[in-house]
């Protein structure tokens, strides 16, 4: 699959409480393995402040436009994160 193209997949390979991907569920980490997230975390703030770490923003979007956004998200008419100023 192409960058930006849209994915399927089988619902048997979601959770049935949320729409994580089966093999990694972050709610069921935090509760079981709260250390490992804590480790990673520290990691990916030293790389995100030595400018090592990169997150694509799609559109910059104002508060008055966060249904506008969630609305695209919903959609998937995005692309990258949004970020909201």
């Given at each position: 699959m192409l960058r930006g193209q849209t994915g399927r997949m089988k619902t048997t390979a979601l959770h049935s409480n949320c729409r994580s991907a089966l093999g990694f569920s972050f709610a069921t980490t935090s509760k079981k393995r709260l250390?490992?997230?804590k480790t990673v975390a520290e990691e990916i703030f030293k790389l995100m402040v030595n400018g090592?770490?990169?997150?694509?923003?799609?559109?910059?979007y104002s508060l008055y436009e966060?249904?506008?956004?969630?609305?695209?998200?919903?959609?998937?008419?995005?692309?990258?994160?949004?970020?909201?100023?």
């Open positions: 250390e490992t997230i090592d770490f990169q997150v694509e923003i799609g559109i910059e966060v249904k506008i956004a969630h609305d695209m998200i919903d959609n998937r008419e995005n692309t990258g994160k949004p970020s909201y100023s």
